[in-house]
């Protein structure tokens, strides 16, 4: 527990110890937990399970895997884990609505003006945010900053909050409960998902083929190993898109099912409180907007 | 209204397929997207079936060939991002026609068969011979392969549209419409 940082690749060992980027995920965590608890209301405890994997993949892209000497395999596990896997986990517990139920009126009303405000409505647009996510990966493999990440810690910090705030955004743009207003139609989120993922089976394979001259700028390079990486993006890729594409459409399949209106037969799912699922997910205002 | 919206969510998986979307009813079977929903759920297992057995089991095709060139490689981005999403897509709207008691299933199966010989065909032509992003195996001689593969996918495709077509003949009578 007392090894070089997370960043420090052989012979760079003079960053913090491990434990260090733990810190933040721990406190995301015991934050979440906290705030369900004091929610009178009653907080879906499957919610709270999707956080707590979410902070739990984070925890093993910043701690055990951060151990692992230099390897590209390991950082593409770090990039899927904290751009892809565990943005999904944190996006489906709906902590911006947790946090207007237990929150101070000032602090709601400062969250209801930012989700109402015009540059966020862009920067959550699905295909922004499948451009930060997907473009910034290629920015970072395709230039040298990858190269210039592995020397200087604070930088490779800065990246991996970039995967980590970018996969959110693109998460929460496509299948987010938590309200999102002026969030684009189906049709408009599957095309971005569409874009991103085939962005990134594309940046995988173009790097594959190569591996002996991308990412640039490095001193020592094992083809091998960034071959091995390049194909374990691109069938990580696919899992995350997997996922990304369930959630959308269970959602999507959620506001589509029938009200109790013309059906004789009851209603398979009484919903717990249809009040709130309907201010959690904006699925169905959103759909009707989208044609 | 609800269709409607639904349809145009769907045109980007289903590319050349045209979705009516004014079809007034909701209640009663709904042949046109159970047969659209088949041939969603028929390309993507196919997909699923070459990635799962002849990439990873069989290890006959390549990940990469070092003849690819950019332009199929873009393609084939696009294209194994669409099967995942067709997959995922397909299943919901497989279970949602069928909660709303709209599920016909001869045309479905139909569907199926035509959108799995239709991968099949398309995937052996313009991927392996048009593209060349891989070929089916390395180090044999390929033209049985070729034959063999582009043959199955016809004969599915075939089976597929004769089984559309009997679905279609015998709707006029009292199939479910």
Not at chain 1, 166 to 179: E, K, R, V
Request: proline share 8%; aromatic share 8%; charged share 15%.
């Amino acid at each position: 527990m007392t090894a070089a940082g997370p960043l420090a690749h052989a012979g760079h060992g003079a960053a913090g110890p491990t434990w260090l980027p733990l810190f933040p995920v721990a406190l995301l965590a015991a934050g979440y937990v906290l705030a369900a608890v004091r929610n009178s209301r009653g907080w879906d405890h499957r919610r709270t399970a999707s956080w707590l994997v979410g902070c739990a993949l984070l925890a093993v892209a910043v701690g055990p895997l951060a151990q692992l000497p230099d390897n590209p395999r390991g950082h593409m596990a770090q990039h899927l884990l904290l751009g892809m896997l565990a943005p999904l986990g944190l996006v489906l517990a709906a902590p911006v609505t947790l946090l207007l139920r237990v929150a101070p009126p000032p602090v709601r009303r400062a969250v209801g003006r930012l989700l109402r405000s015009r540059p966020l409505h862009l920067l959550a647009h699905p295909f922004t945010a499948a451009l930060l996510t997907t473009g910034g990966l290629a920015f970072v493999l395709l230039t040298p900053l990858y190269a210039a990440a592995e020397r200087q810690p604070v930088l490779h910090h800065a990246v991996h909050l970039h995967y980590l705030a970018a996969g959110y955004l693109f998460a929460w743009s496509l299948a987010g409960p938590d309200p999102a207003p002026r969030r684009p139609g189906l049709a408009v989120r599957v095309g971005a998902l569409l874009a991103a993922s085939a962005g990134h089976a594309v940046l995988a394979k173009y790097l594959y083929a190569q591996a002996d001259s991308l990412p640039p700028g490095l001193t020592d390079r094992d083809p091998e190993a960034f071959r091995s990486a390049a194909q374990l993006m691109y069938y990580g890729g696919d899992l995350a898109e997997l996922l990304l594409a369930a959630a959308l459409f269970a959602a999507w399949y959620h506001s589509r099912r029938p009200r109790p209106s013309p059906s004789p037969s009851p209603s398979p799912s009484p919903s717990p409180s249809p009040l709130i699922k309907r201010f959690a997910s904006p699925e169905g205002g959103s759909l009707t907007q989208s044609s | 209204m609800r269709f409607g919206v639904f349809a145009t969510s769907f045109e980007l998986t289903a590319r050349c397929v045209v979705v009516d979307s004014t079809l007034p009813r909701t209640r009663t079977a709904d042949v046109r997207s159970s047969t659209l929903v088949g041939v969603l759920i028929g390309i993507a297992i196919m997909a699923a079936v070459d990635e799962i057995v002849f990439h990873q089991l069989l290890a006959w095709h390549h990940f990469y060939d070092r003849s690819t060139p950019s332009v199929a490689l873009l393609s084939d981005g696009l294209l194994h991002a669409a099967e995942v999403i067709t997959l995922v897509g397909g299943f919901f709207w497989f279970a949602d026609l069928r909660r709303r008691r709209a599920l016909s299933s001869r045309p479905a199966w139909g569907g199926f068969l035509l959108g799995a010989g239709g991968f099949q065909l398309f995937d052996g032509l313009v991927d392996h011979k048009v593209l060349r992003l891989h070929q089916i195996r390395y180090g044999v001689h390929l033209v049985p392969y070729d034959v063999v593969w582009n043959v199955a996918g016809a004969v599915l495709l075939l089976a597929g549209a004769a089984v559309l077509w009997r679905a279609r003949s015998r709707r006029p009578g009292a199939g479910p419409r």
